[in-house]
């Protein structure tokens, strides 16, 4: 996919460079740098480090900073570091515990103060040690002092974050307010007409400033490329913590956590609902694996599939009328459909091997599943009323755990199935192809990479990698190859799902 143009940003005296192309390092000491300098970049892992420590981030100096501007965080080994210069006023003791990777330790409430986290008004913004690679993690403004800035349009590799003179748009704003409000006011700029094609003002409370971020970019996104962003969806997944199993959801870029199921059991495979409201998932609360449904708005939850045997792999079509699943009632793991209430039972499949993990095809008209009737699991497909189902993959011998992409109509990205291989013993992402059959690996690092789920743009892919017995999930950028791993979830995170 094509960059559809380069943004400068100029918000609150800070100016937004594209990606300096190095390895990590500190160019200059914090506070006396040149103007729109940068102090410290991302190297080609696309982690923000300094030379101090691997992870740590440094920021400007403490008690003078811009309203919600982390001033300093920890690094990935949860202490509290920085190479602050004699300038620096520091509020926290150096090496003290931090409570999670990357969490802020010192940042600026509604008021330009830098505070501790306990002081109520800090708001997090920036995303700390997940920067895409060779990006300036901390930059000079226009005053030469170093500051943070938050790297959020670059997140989505559909704009890049350019100097002025390159720029195709020019975003410029104001951020305003106290603890009880914020109002942030936007306006981007096409250079080469001078034409303002945003003016946009946003208000929300000062713990609400993440949202009106997320809109805000998505705004800017929809106005330039005419598709609609992704800094506005969520993401559920199965959270591990205190010998259970729970499901939660969280922000696209990791924060905001939320914890849904209190079972103290295990929950898994959550699926949202088309319109974003409701979530299905397989639950183990009553000893046998039972279909059940939460909705997000009321918290209410109802049981739609409580058969003898296995009940699980539940998915909404695409008009959200009807549901896929797999059931055991019969002795033989089995494919059927029912309607989004839980009636309509009908059974797809009657085959000699199991099938599992069905994702319907965007328009709605097909059901591709796995199954291991011909031996190891492979990906088929059957129409959403039965009939002959036809093998998709053949190689790698072992697929499974699709998900089928719905890219906007107005997107350049083409439908595509995802799923996980097996090869050499570890697990791989991948892309089949339905023109040539072929499985194309997208993640192949050596780690266990399993259950990818698509964003709605039909570009972006959130999966699992599980290493040294621990999981955590990350954003992939098909079209790039880029990785990016979202904040560390305490316990582990897995299997997620990606909502509208």
């Not at 598709?227 to 939660?248: M, N, P, R």
């Amino acid at each position: 996919m094509s960059l559809a143009g380069r943004v400068a940003l100029l918000g609150a005296g800070v100016v937004f460079f594209a990606g300096v192309g190095r390895a990590d390092q500190q160019v200059i000491a914090p506070g006396t740098a040149q103007q729109d300098a940068v102090v410290v970049n991302t190297g080609p892992d696309g982690i923000c480090q300094t030379t101090a420590s691997p992870g740590d981030i440094q920021a400007a100096t403490v008690g003078s900073g811009t309203p919600f501007r982390a001033e300093i965080r920890c690094g990935t080994n949860k202490v509290v570091e920085t190479t602050a210069a004699g300038d620096d006023t520091q509020l926290i003791a150096l090496g003290a515990t931090c409570k999670g990777v990357n969490n802020p330790v010192v940042d600026t409430g509604p008021n330009g103060i830098a505070d501790t986290t306990a002081g109520g008004d800090d708001t997090q913004v920036i995303l700390a040690g997940t920067a895409p690679a060779n990006t300036p993690c901390v930059i000079t403004g226009g005053n030469g002092v170093a500051d943070t800035a938050a790297a959020q349009l670059g997140s989505d590799d559909v704009l890049v974050l350019t100097p002025v003179g390159s720029a195709k748009y020019v975003q410029s704003g104001t951020v305003r307010g106290d603890r009880s409000g914020v109002v942030v006011e936007c306006t981007v700029m096409q250079q080469s007409t001078k034409n303002i094609v945003l003016s946009k003002s946003y208000q929300g409370s000062g713990q609400d400033l993440r949202r009106v971020v997320h809109k805000l970019t998505d705004d800017i996104v929809k106005t330039i490329t005419g598709q609609a962003g992704i800094a506005q969806t969520k993401i559920a997944f199965v959270w591990a913590h205190g010998g259970s199993k729970e499901l939660a959801v969280m922000d696209y870029d990791g924060y905001n956590v939320k914890q849904l199921t209190y079972d103290r059991s295990i929950s898994v495979r959550p699926r949202w609902s088309p319109d974003g409201r409701k979530i299905v998932y397989t639950s183990y609360k009553n000893l046998f694996p039972d279909v059940l449904e939460v909705d997000l708005y009321t918290g209410q939850r109802r049981r739609l599939a409580a058969y003898p045997g296995l009940n699980t792999g539940a998915a909404f079509s695409p008009d959200g009328l009807s549901i896929a699943l797999t059931l055991s009632k019969g002795g033989n793991p089995e494919l059927y459909t029912m309607n989004a209430q839980g009636g309509d039972l009908r059974q797809l499949t009657h085959s000699r091997g199991g099938e599992s993990s069905p994702t319907w095809s965007p328009d709605g008209r097909d059901i591709a599943y796995v199954s291991d009737e011909s031996g190891a699991p492979q990906i088929w497909m059957m129409a959403k009323d039965g009939g002959a189902a036809s093998r998709l993959t053949v190689s790698p011998s072992y697929n499974t755990e699709p998900d089928w992409s719905r890219p906007p109509a107005n997107s350049d990205m083409k439908p595509m199935l995802a799923l996980t291989s097996r090869v050499g013993g570890k697990f791989q992402i991948g892309v089949y192809d339905r023109g040539t059959g072929a499985v194309t690996p997208v993640v192949a690092d050596g780690a266990d990479n399993e259950d990818p789920s698509w964003a709605p743009d039909g570009r972006h892919l959130i999966f699992g990698k599980t290493q040294h017995w621990r999981t955590q999930l990350y954003l992939l950028d098909v079209g790039t190859g880029e990785q990016v791993q979202l904040p560390a979830i305490e316990g582990g995170a897995s299997e997620p799902a990606w909502g509208p």
